[in-house]
């Protein structure tokens, strides 16, 4: 039901969601320092690594939610949610749809632009995706891929990648216009509903990462009952891969908080 996934560890059930244009491996270096205290699956999600390409028309958001409702489910009991960017959103969803499957909650960078409307941050985002929005209207892949991970990617140029990343990305790149309506227009209504997630959860962020980042956080921050923040010193937006070890760490102290 789930599809390919990783698993690491032993312990309390843990599901582990990758951000957009990755795949579960992603994962390996937070996933492997928690491997003593988490027992983690990590699903391709649809359109990633080897998943496919999910049912034609039906709302993006909507089919990754049901694919991460099946690990819950898998599980047999509570699972901490640990999500990054996209996958953060829908780990957030998951907290508000599913509250008696999920233990804790730990969003890393939710792309959730719709939380920060209002700030220059916000505007500021939808000016640097006009570019891409051209590009992807236009049929360009490549230059819209090239523009994505400008943007949010590890500041590494396209063509500087190894072939078959190359590739990779340009083939995934349309799970970005796939996704858009869920992060800008909030279409699963999980604004509204933050006050529903019923586990304590940690928010966390690199400290070099968008200013929208943190003003999505904080409006996160202000509707989640038990919510607390860390900030990572260094770190982009791929701060799960980059500094897997200061990552791990602090969702380790943060499970070692809860009872």
Not at 24 to 40: F, H, I, N, P
Not at 90 to 99: D, N, S, T
Not at 165 to 189: C, F, H, M, N
Not at 212 to 234: E, K, T, Y
Request: hydrophobic share 45%; aromatic share 6%.
């Amino acid at each position: 039901m789930t599809g390919f996934a990783r698993r690491w560890g032993e312990g309390d059930p843990a599901l582990l969601l990758h951000c957009a244009l990755a795949h579960s491996g992603a994962w390996d270096g937070v996933a492997r320092r928690l491997s003593d205290r988490v027992s983690m699956v990590a699903p391709d999600l649809i359109g990633h690594g080897r998943a496919g390409d999910g049912t034609p028309g039906a709302d993006y958001h909507d089919q990754l939610t049901a694919q991460g409702e099946a690990v819950l489910n898998e599980a047999g009991r509570p699972a901490h949610v640990i999500g990054h960017s996209y996958g953060a959103t829908v780990a957030l969803r998951l907290a508000i749809e599913q509250p008696d499957r999920v233990r804790s909650l730990t969003l890393i960078e939710p792309v959730l632009f719709a939380a920060a409307e209002g700030t220059e941050s916000h505007a500021a985002q939808k000016r640097d995706f006009e570019p891409f929005g051209e590009a992807w209207a236009a049929g360009d892949r490549e230059r819209a891929t090239q523009i994505f991970i400008g943007m949010w990617g590890d500041t590494t140029p396209l063509a500087d990648l190894p072939a078959k990343q190359r590739d990779y990305l340009v083939k995934t790149i349309w799970v970005i216009p796939a996704g858009r309506r869920a992060l800008w227009e909030d279409s699963a209504r999980l604004l509204p509903r933050l006050g529903q997630v019923g586990c304590p959860v940690l928010l966390m962020q690199g400290g070099a990462s968008p200013e929208a980042i943190g003003d999505i956080l904080s409006a996160l921050a202000r509707g989640l009952p038990q919510a607390r923040r860390v900030r990572i010193p260094g770190a982009q937006h791929m701060g799960p891969i980059t500094h897997a070890d200061d990552f791990a760490a602090a969702i380790g102290d943060f499970l070692d908080t809860l009872p």
